[in-house]
């Protein structure tokens, strides 16, 4: 299994859709870090967690793409080609998706670590900051719920049509640009960039309301569900 799992995974970064999306998010993480990041947040310092949670709000959407992306590339047809190969195997069925599913999340995990390198590096740079801690919370806030919810529901969609897949990238875009409340926002960036306007304090204690929270994690476990429906399911059920 560990063998099958490393070999999934190899294959998604030593690609050119890897290294493709890597560069693209890095790119425009550190145009963002350098054209409003620096400046401060809604009045907050560059390096507090309401600026660098509005770093990761404007990266979300590309690593959630690369995310859907991973996993067009295992649902592709030159993949489903190969499925009667794949169904000769000892391994079971589920079991292949499942690993084929921790290699996606393996994968766009990297893409995480990569993106919160850049604003390390950024702000020890810059401003020899290195309170590491602060910044956990945000990220966990931000990037986990969509990250498991895109791959649940990418992984049902992909069992139906791949090009449900694409959908659920246009569907990603518009849930990040359009203006709907912050509980039910997708990448929280107008919490991170509004809240501290309406608190009475300079640079005031990043704090996460009842309501974001809550729907932050009915969003993952509905993904996670999601996921492991999908996952137990008997497979493909199109071309």
Known sequence: MNKIFGYELRRLLWNKLFFGMLLVTLGYGWLTL????????AHTAPFSPWSFGYYLSQTLPLICLGELFFLAFFFSKEEYLLRPLI??????????IALRCAAVLTATTILCLCIVALAIRFYVSLFGWMNYGELILPALLTLVPPVIFCLGVGLMLSHMNRVLIYLLMA????????????AASFSLSGFFSQTPLALDTLDPAFHVPGQ????????????????????????DRRR
Request: proline share 6%; net charge positive; charged share 10%.
């Open 34 to 41: 350098t054209g409003f990041v620096i400046r401060g947040i």
């Open 87 to 96: 169904q000769a195997t000892p391994v079971k069925q589920r079991q292949y």
């Open 171 to 182: 569907a990603v875009v518009l849930l990040s640009v359009l203006p709907v409340p912050s």
């Open 212 to 235: 974001i929270l809550t729907s932050r994690i009915l969003i993952t476990l509905f993904g996670g569900s999601i996921m492991i429906v999908a996952t137990n399911g008997r497979g």
